[in-house]
C-alpha cells in the first residue's frame, strides 16, 4: 500500500514567474519558484516540505562537503498541448537513486515516496514549465550528508532536496567527442553506476583539456587497457553500427545505467531493430567510421536528450561522421521520444506518470 506522503507547503510571497524569459533559458541557471526538502534523522525521513527557492543554512562541517557523501538524479517534466503534465519514467530514477544511496552508504528513501515528492513540486510549480518545443522542466533530486562532524565515517542524518528549472535544449550543435585514452572517469569496483557527486568532479580536468582541444565532449574507455567505449561526458554511448544499435555493457559497474538509453534499446526492440549490448570496442568503432559501417552516433541522457556526434578524435586523428539530419535510426528515436513525451503519439509503455 502506497501512504500518501504529508507535505507541508509554504508559498512564495514574491514569485519570479512573470519575469522570467522562457525563450531564454540557460541550462540549469533559472529555478523555479520552490523547491522540496526532507531531513533524515534518528533513522528515518522527515519534514518534507516545499518552500521558496532559496538559499539553506548549514554547518560548514558537514561531510557532504568534506569526504563527498552526496548525489544526484536527473529527470524531466513535459508540458503537453492540452496542458496536462507528464514525468517521464521517474520510477527508474527511484531505483537508481537508492543503488547510488546504497554504494554511499547512505539511507534510502521509498521509491514512492521518491516519486510522490517530485509529483507534488512538479504540481505546485506547473506554471514553470515551459510550452515551447523542445523545452521541459528539469527536475533535480539530490540527498547528501548534514552531521557536522569531521571524522570520516557514514553521516547519520541527511538532507533530500528536489530542484527544478525550466530548460531548452541542451546541445545546439553536432557534438565533436574526444576518445580519451589517459584518464578514468569510473574503474571496476569502484562507483561509475552511481551518479555520485565525485564522479562529476574528477571528470572536470580532463573534460576541460578537451574542450582547450577544440572537441565539445569526451567519450570515457576502461579504465585497465582505454580499448573499450564506455560513456559520453553524463550521456550513454550509442552507435548504429552494421545496421545494429550498439551500447556498452553495464555489467563491470563502472557505467550509469541511463533511463534514456533504456528507451533508446526499447524502441529498437518495437521496431525490430536489432540491439546488442556488450563491450565496444573503440577499434570497432573507428574502423566503422573509415568504412562507413558506423551509420549513426548519439550520446543518450536526460538533459542531453538525443546528442548526435559528428566527429570522433583518438590519438591525434579525426574521424568524420554523416549529417546528423540524414541519420535514420537517431531521427526516429527522436520523433518518436518527442511524440511520447509531450502527449502527441501513444504511450505503449506506460513511461509517462501523469501529474
Ligand atoms: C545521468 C547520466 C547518464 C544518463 O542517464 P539518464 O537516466 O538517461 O539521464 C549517463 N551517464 C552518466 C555518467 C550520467 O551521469
Not at 204 to 214: F, I, N, Q, S, Y
Not at 234 to 256: C, H, Q, R, Y
Not at 300 to 308: L, S, V
Request: with cysteine; aromatic share 12%; hydrophobic share 40%.
Amino acid at each position: 500500500m502506497t501512504e500518501t506522503l504529508d507535505i507541508k507547503i509554504t508559498k512564495t510571497t514574491t514569485s519570479r514567474l512573470a519575469q522570467t524569459d522562457f525563450t531564454d533559458l540557460p541550462f540549469g541557471k533559472i529555478f523555479s519558484d520552490h523547491m522540496l526538502v526532507a531531513d533524515y534523522a534518528d533513522g528515518e525521513w522527515k519534514n518534507f516540505e516545499i518552500v521558496p527557492y532559496g538559499e539553506i543554512g548549514l554547518s560548514p562541517a558537514i561531510s557532504a562537503l568534506h569526504y563527498g557523501q552526496a548525489f544526484f538524479e536527473g529527470i524531466k517534466a513535459y508540458k503537453h498541448a492540452d496542458g496536462k503534465v507528464s514525468i517521464f519514467r521517474p520510477e527508474m530514477n527511484a531505483r537508481r537513486f537508492n543503488k547510488s544511496a546504497e554504494r554511499l552508504c547512505m539511507p534510502e528513501l521509498p521509491e514512492d515516496i521518491f516519486v510522490q515528492s517530485i509529483a507534488a513540486l512538479v504540481d505546485f510549480d506547473r506554471d514553470w514549465i515551459p510550452r515551447n518545443a523542445n523545452h521541459a522542466l528539469y527536475i533535480r533530486p539530490f540527498m547528501f550528508a548534514t552531521d557536522p562532524f569531521l571524522g570520516v565515517a557514514p553521516s547519520s542524518t541527511y538532507k533530500f532536496m528536489i530542484l527544478t528549472c525550466p530548460v531548452g535544449p541542451y546541445f545546439s550543435k553536432t557534438l565533436r567527442v574526444k576518445i580519451e585514452t589517459h584518464y578514468t572517469r569510473a574503474a571496476e569496483g569502484g562507483m561509475g553506476f552511481a551518479k555520485s557527486a565525485g564522479n562529476y568532479g574528477g571528470a572536470m580536468l580532463p573534460a576541460r583539456k578537451a574542450v582547450e582541444e577544440g572537441f565539445d565532449q569526451l567519450i570515457w574507455t576502461d579504465a585497465k587497457e582505454h580499448k573499450y567505449v564506455e560513456e559520453m561526458g553524463a550521456a550513454n554511448a550509442m552507435f548504429v553500427l552494421d545496421g545494429k544499435l550498439i551500447t556498452p555493457s553495464t555489467g563491470e559497474n563502472t557505467i550509469l545505467k541511463g533511463v534514456t538509453c533504456d528507451t533508446v534499446m526499447a524502441l529498437a526492440r518495437d521496431w525490430g531493430f536489432p540491439v546488442e549490448q556488450r563491450r565496444v570496442t573503440v577499434a570497432e568503432i573507428l574502423e566503422g567510421a573509415k568504412n562507413g559501417k558506423l551509420t549513426d552516433a548519439f550520446g543518450a541522457g536526460t538533459a542531453a536528450t538525443i546528442a548526435p556526434v559528428g566527429s570522433i578524435g583518438h590519438n591525434g586523428e579525426e574521424y568524420f561522421l554523416s549529417d546528423p539530419k540524414t541519420r535514420e535510426f537517431s531521427q526516429k528515436v527522436l520523433k518518436t521520444l518527442d511524440g511520447i513525451r509531450y502527449g502527441n503519439a501513444p504511450d505503449t509503455h506506460g513511461w509517462n506518470y501523469m501529474v
